[in-house]
């Protein structure tokens, strides 16, 4: 419908702003674009997914519900979702888990998108998207604990929380790796962090914010590292908070 529509521009504006907030950029008026697509059949979402190049959007379009799309001439970044029938009585409900899946591409498509020199690390851009698919609500603050709570519990049946070492170091897409990128960025921008990790972050946020993003990729290792070795029991406190 019309106003179904209508909400799902919302909702993806308001994800594609949570990504700009997140990376600590300003969002200029002439920011990149993002081109969405909601799919209403799974066919139709397969055969998109079957021009996808990058090996890991390919396995999203084939693991999970949405993904993301580059114009291998212009460079143009876009999200595409599947509307999924979860209930065939609850048209709501679908309806809502679909526009979840919608701001996950659009968060996601945003960050690729951006104008990078160096370009953060993939666990991130996705993390991004799924943060804002399943961590948060743009319209209701108690959204970082109620669905957080849903996803940690999503990712507990997943096979649970993977060692920060394995999780950055071999980062593939599985839905267990899906829901903890989320997780991960939720704790960043929410959890309480050793002073070590929230320094490392704070330069990513800085580097990410200016111009040149000079040593982000150095930047992001150096996060890496100090989630790997002082972020551990924090973590697993945070993912434990919100399951609880």
Request: with cysteine; net charge negative.
């Amino acid at each position: 419908t019309h106003d179904y529509g209508k909400d799902c521009l919302l909702q993806a504006d308001a994800a594609i702003a949570e990504a700009y907030e997140i990376m600590g950029r300003p969002m200029s008026e002439d920011f990149p674009k993002v081109d969405l697509m909601m799919l209403a059949r799974q066919e139709d979402y397969k055969q998109v997914g079957e021009g996808v190049n990058d090996a890991l959007d390919a396995a999203m379009s084939s693991e999970y519900a949405c993904f993301i799309t580059q114009d291998p001439e212009s460079g143009r970044v876009g999200g595409v979702a599947c509307y999924q029938v979860l209930s065939e009585t609850d048209v709501q409900g679908n309806d809502r888990f679909s526009q979840y899946l919608l701001r996950h591409a659009a968060a996601e498509a945003a960050v690729r998108g951006a104008t990078w020199k160096e370009a953060p690390p993939r666990w991130f851009s996705l993390g991004i998207g799924a943060y804002c698919e399943r961590y948060w609500d743009p319209f209701h603050a108690t959204g970082v604990q109620r669905l957080g709570a849903w996803s940690v519990a999503a990712l507990r049946r997943e096979g649970g929380i993977l060692k920060f070492k394995n999780f950055f170091d071999s980062f593939a897409v599985s839905r267990q790796s899906v829901l903890q990128s989320g997780l991960v960025i939720s704790y960043l921008v929410h959890g309480e962090k050793n002073e070590k990790v929230q320094a490392e972050w704070d330069k990513v946020r800085e580097i990410m914010a200016s111009d040149d993003h000079k040593d982000l990729e150095k930047t992001f290792l150096k996060l890496e590292m100090a989630l790997t070795k002082y972020g551990e029991d924090d973590f697993q406190a945070y993912a434990d908070g919100l399951g609880s």
